[in-house]
């Protein structure tokens, strides 16, 4: 199994990306999926999560600006993000609960995208 994450990039204050994240593999069924970022010398957050009936939670910092969705027909998640700030500036990693076919439920990690916000 295997997540790809993608959509990051350099964008100035008050500008918008959408990332996704899809999952190849083995999948029988994933469950939770969510957003996390690291900026240097902080440790990794939660930014959004969502469930596979698509309920969700978002980080205080984020509320209003950023939605997370899903597409469980393409095993694939994606974060809309508007109004970014400099401060958003960080790697970001998807995460997803997964059944695999072998009947295994792990969590597995995107290898990040790079997320930087200019003002």
């Known amino acids: 199994v295997q997540l790809q994450a993608s959509g990051g990039g350099l964008v100035q204050a008050g500008g918008s990306l959408r990332l996704s994240c899809a999952a190849s593999?083995?999948?029988?069924?994933?469950?939770?999926m969510g957003w996390y970022r690291q900026a240097p010398g902080n440790q990794r957050e939660l930014v959004a999560s969502i469930t596979r009936a698509g309920s969700t939670n978002y980080a205080d910092s984020v509320k209003g600006r950023f939605t997370i969705s899903r597409d469980n027909t393409k095993d694939t998640g994606y974060l809309e993000m508007n109004s970014l700030k400099p401060e958003d500036t960080a790697v970001y990693y998807c995460n997803a609960q997964i059944f695999t076919t072998s009947l295994r439920k792990n969590y597995y990690w995107g290898q990040g995208t790079q997320v930087t916000v200019s003002s």
């Open positions: 593999g083995n999948i029988l069924r994933i469950d939770d």
